[in-house]
């Protein structure tokens, strides 16, 4: 049973518009989020976390929005950048240092 | 500014060869781990360590083995390789457990393809 869904395989979005990309989870015992971006050959990066007792963070063009009762997140790039253009992943964890996650989203960003 | 080093970037092994994936950190991270990347999907846990001389396994450890002597290594070995452990492994390391301390700094990847 996959615990972390990212339900969208991939999403296609204009230069300057605003890209989400969407992520649920099923555990409740998650109490931090992650998003990570990922260029082809290569291994992904940190993007943007969460904290379960927030509801929102901001870093610059991008923002991590969470629904614990919905247990959904959101992560919003606005404006878009044709080299925002990678595959992110939702990744989960609990305070045993493990993360799980989804199967990953590809942006495409056009220019 | 080395963060988490694999290597090799690339290898072919036949049925049944073994092989080690070398994984090493320069960031005095405590945490280790190592999932593959199956094509359109996401990662998956192999093993992971907390500490030298620890080691656990993740979703898929079937067919792997880890071990942690040191705090920077960290080498996956495959015995008898097949075809289904085709994949993209990456190995990671974090500082710990908990809030920010839960991301996780990855490598580049080895392509391994079994035939």
């Known amino acids: 049973d996959q615990q972390v869904k990212q339900n969208s395989p991939s999403l296609s979005v204009q230069e300057g518009r605003i890209s989400i990309l969407n992520c649920d989870y099923t555990?409740?015992?998650?109490?931090?989020f992650l998003w990570y971006k990922k260029y082809p050959a290569e291994g992904p990066t940190f993007l943007i976390s969460i904290s379960s007792i927030k509801d929102k963070n901001e870093d610059g063009r991008f923002t991590v929005f969470l629904n614990k009762s919905a247990k959904h997140l959101s992560l919003h790039i606005v404006p878009s950048q044709p080299g925002d253009s990678a595959v992110y992943f939702c990744?989960?964890?609990?305070?045993?240092?493990?993360?799980?996650f989804g199967d990953g989203t590809t942006l495409t960003v056009k220019p | 500014n080395a963060g988490v080093t694999q290597t090799p970037k690339f290898r072919i092994l036949k049925i049944g060869q073994s092989m080690t994936l070398q994984c090493t950190q320069d960031m005095n991270h405590n945490y280790m781990y190592w999932y593959r990347q199956d094509p359109g999907m996401g990662l998956k846990l192999i093993y992971y360590s907390v500490g030298a001389g620890i080691t656990d396994k993740g979703e898929v450890p079937n067919g792997y083995n880890v071990s942690r002597s040191t705090t920077e290594d960290f080498p996956l070995r495959l015995e008898l390789a097949a075809p289904s452990q085709t994949s993209v492994y990456f190995c990671?390391?974090?500082?710990?457990?908990?809030?920010?301390?839960?991301?996780?700094?990855f490598g580049q990847g080895t392509r391994l393809t079994v035939v």
């Open positions: 990744a989960a964890s609990n305070n045993a240092g493990k993360s799980t």
């Open positions: 990671a390391s974090s500082s710990g457990t908990g809030g920010m301390n839960t991301e996780a700094f």
């Open positions: 555990n409740s015992m998650f109490d931090y």
